[in-house]
């Protein structure tokens, strides 16, 4: 199996623990609800029309349909980034990345919000709140931006 089908895989798994997670706890949470998991992060229940960690969250045209078309386009240049070198090193991060952007778009594109449900606080300070796409997104990133850091360190040095 090459590496880039494993690769769909793992996002096919990644997806659906996102949406699966996002399910749960609109079923079983509702809005102004909140558990502690542990003293810095809480679920709630919340909405969000902009972007990640509730970045843009105008709740207007622009984001509803502007923002899906903006991660529509996104996907699509990653996933041939991803196909155009199988054994890349920047593959893992890149495919974190696709798994949070497709579980946040296929979230969105029913009724123009994402579910954001994990709150990160410390004690009465608000961080953000954001879901386990996110998350992807997040760690996709700083991955592929450590690897691009290595990369020029390794060139530089003698």
Do not use: C, W
């Not at 996002?11 to 706890?25: E, N, P, Q, T």
């Not at 809005?31 to 229940?45: A, C, N, Q, R």
């Amino acid at each position: 199996m090459h590496n880039y089908k494993l690769g769909y895989l793992s996002i096919g798994a990644l997806v659906f623990l996102d949406l699966f997670s996002k399910y749960f706890v609109q079923k079983y949470l509702d809005i102004g609800t909140s558990i502690e998991l542990i003293p810095i992060l809480d679920l709630v229940l919340a909405y969000n029309s902009g972007i990640a960690f509730s970045l843009f969250d105008y709740n207007n045209f622009f984001t509803t349909y502007g923002l899906l078309i903006i991660g529509i386009i996104l996907i699509v240049y990653l996933h041939y980034i991803y196909r155009k070198d199988p054994l890349s090193q920047q593959n893992f991060s890149i495919a974190m990345i696709l798994a949070g952007a497709i579980g946040n778009i296929l979230d969105r594109f029913h009724d123009g919000v994402v579910t954001d449900f994990l709150y990160f606080h410390i004690g009465n300070t608000s961080f953000f709140i954001f879901n386990i796409a996110d998350a992807y997104i997040s760690i996709g990133a700083v991955i592929f931006f450590l690897l691009e850091l290595i990369k020029i360190f390794k060139k530089t040095s003698p």
